[in-house]
């Protein structure tokens, strides 16, 4: 099959962010062909120190976020460092920044000290809280996200225990809004030539992201209700125990209802006027949920997963992440290649879930050791191998 160029050919991001939510969302967009630059400091993006690691600077963390880009290592508090920089801002299309602004100002990459450099830029700063509101200027993570944006809340009013999701589920869900922003900005540009500052705050996109299904009752004002999508709250909508394992069972639409009812054995309720209507049986949820874990222990879960699929009703198993790198959809579809890392061996990465039939995304580079590019983009944006070598000699910046 003959493949169109990849759709942000032509398009150079500068990625100034560390940890998730940049990284991740830089590494969308070089999946989607961009020539993603990823501006560290000598030290290097803090994830890659975290453990598991084979060799130092490329953790398990690291590896998974920054695939398809090129590293170069600049010192930003040096003169040296920040003129390269400004180079390389010139050359760029897009800048993304996870530093607060203070921190930016301090470095003199404000966007006016930017725009006078690149007038067309697009400058994508995500950080914690806007700049417009009370919360500004404060440090924020995944963990303080997720229990600022109701995320946490909600977790405790479904299983009475304060816990977080086990994922960076902030840093990605935000990761992927920041992609999002970034390629709106593109459009606008490539339509009219402007380019613009974007502000991503995790705290608010965050918000965004949980209440819609959970403002409930307080949609409308007067309020009608609390806030809460009671289905999704409910204490038994959880994977249900079958005769020898777990499986989530969920029939939604009417149709599917009334087929597992009566698969089950309950016609009377299959006939029940109330379940049959959508706000009834809104009404009955946890009833309905209590019959399903009453039932499910009846079968064992491939006799579940037979009747289920016969009769075209939601249902998964619960799997644990080991159970992924097995599972035979998941392997049809490639989801976890392995490539080979010079000095690191064998790297196993996740694949592409999205597919194009023209443009698809391709793994054009493994994951950079820090400053591996360093030289090859300073030559890039006009400086000599004399400058070059200088610069690596007072510390200035760092080839890898």
């Known amino acids: 099959m003959t493949h169109t160029a990849s759709p942000l050919d032509g398009i150079r991001i500068l990625e100034m962010t560390t940890l998730g939510m940049g990284p991740y969302a830089a590494q969308t967009l070089g999946d989607h062909g961009a020539d993603v630059i990823k501006v560290e400091d000598p030290e290097g993006d803090i994830w890659r120190h975290v453990l598991p690691r084979r060799s130092k600077g490329m953790s398990h963390t690291f590896i998974q976020f920054n695939r398809n880009k090129r590293s170069v290592a600049l010192d930003l508090k040096s003169p040296a460092g920040k003129e390269a920089m400004l180079r390389l801002v ?200 209590d019959l399903i874990s009453e039932v499910m222990p009846s079968r064992t879960t491939d006799e579940w997963t037979r009747d289920l699929a016969a009769q075209d009703i939601m249902f998964g198993r619960v799997n644990s992440p080991e159970d992924l790198l097995v599972d035979p959809h998941l392997q049809a579809m490639d989801m976890f290649p392995c490539v080979e890392l010079p000095d690191d061996g064998t790297l196993r990465l996740i694949g592409f879930p999205v597919r194009y039939s023209r443009t698809p995304n391709r793994l054009r580079r493994l994951p950079p050791r820090i400053g591996q590019h360093t030289c090859e983009l300073l030559l890039e944006v006009g400086y000599g191998p004399e400058q070059i070598d200088a610069m690596q000699a007072d510390g200035s910046i760092v080839c890898g």
């Open 90 to 289: 010139a050359s760029a299309d897009v800048l993304l920044s996870n530093l607060r602004p203070a921190a930016m100002a301090r470095l003199g990459l404000t966007d006016d000290a930017l725009r006078r450099v690149k007038p067309d830029l697009i400058f994508c700063a995500c950080y914690g809280f806007s700049e417009r509101g009370p919360y500004a200027g404060r440090p924020a993570a995944d963990d303080t996200i997720q229990a600022m944006s109701g995320l946490a809340g909600l977790m405790f009013r479904s299983t009475g225990r304060q816990q977080f999701v086990p994922s960076v589920v902030a840093d990605k869900t935000v990761g992927q809004a920041v992609a999002n922003a970034i390629l709106a900005a593109i459009v606008h540009r490539l339509r009219t030539g402007e380019g613009q500052s974007i502000e991503v705050p995790m705290f608010e996109t965050m918000v965004a992201f949980m209440m819609p299904e959970h403002m409930a009752g307080k949609t409308f004002e007067p309020p009608i209700g609390e806030m809460g999508y009671e289905r999704i709250l409910a204490s038994q909508r959880r994977p249900y125990q079958t005769k020898d394992g777990h499986l989530c069972v969920m029939p939604f639409t009417t149709a599917q209802w009334l087929r597992f009812l009566r698969l089950i054995g309950r016609d009377e309720l299959a006939a029940d006027p109330e379940i049959v209507d959508i706000a009834g049986r809104s009404r009955r949820f946890e009833e309905l949920f």
